[in-house]
């Protein structure tokens, strides 16, 4: 399993990695993993805003379909439009390939992130 040090975490397996007041959400390797080949993604409009914690998304996978809720509030300024296109290639690459960036409108919301360590000590406790 593979954890990116330099990222911030969520208990629902996203990873958030922060670009000044930009933020570029995507699932990680433990999630790609867990819900087996992903087929089919489906994203917000750009524009549209979130509160933490909100549906923004959905990914389904030969095994399931997930809501995905946004880790942070925020307004999408970007998709991936890539990810639509192709979604496998969340299984091929998670770390390369963001779901959507976000305009973050309440940068305290980072802090009940978690951090690289504290990530692997809750996919150490799941697995």
Same mark, same amino acid.
């Given at each position: 399993?593979?954890?990116?040090?330099?990222?911030? +975490?969520?208990? /629902?397996?996203?990873?958030?990695?922060?670009? *000044? /007041?930009?933020?570029?959400?995507?699932?990680?390797?433990?999630?790609?993993?867990?819900? *087996?080949?992903?087929?089919?993604?489906?994203?917000?409009?750009? /524009?549209?805003?979130?509160?933490?914690?909100?549906?923004? *998304?959905?990914?389904?996978?030969?095994?399931?379909?997930? =809501?995905?809720?946004?880790?942070?509030?925020?307004?999408?300024?970007?998709?991936?439009?890539?990810?639509?296109? /192709?979604?496998?290639?969340?299984?091929?690459?998670?770390?390369?390939?963001?779901?959507?960036?976000?305009?973050?409108?309440?940068?305290?919301?980072? =802090?009940?992130?978690?951090?690289?360590?504290? +990530?692997?000590?809750?996919?150490?406790?799941?697995?």
């Amino acid at each position: 399993m593979n954890i990116i040090k330099e990222l911030l +975490y969520t208990k /629902d397996h996203d990873w958030v990695k922060v670009e *000044g /007041d930009k933020a570029y959400i995507g699932i990680t390797d433990y999630a790609q993993h867990a819900l *087996g080949s992903i087929v089919f993604v489906e994203l917000p409009e750009e /524009d549209s805003e979130f509160e933490k914690e909100e549906v923004f *998304g959905v990914i389904e996978s030969v095994k399931a379909a997930s =809501d995905s809720l946004i880790p942070i509030s925020g307004k999408v300024v970007k998709i991936n439009e890539e990810v639509v296109d /192709d979604p496998g290639i969340l299984n091929e690459a998670p770390y390369d390939n963001w779901l959507l960036c976000v305009e973050i409108s309440n940068k305290s919301e980072l =802090d009940e992130l978690m951090n690289a360590a504290d +990530y692997e000590e809750l996919c150490n406790k799941e697995g």
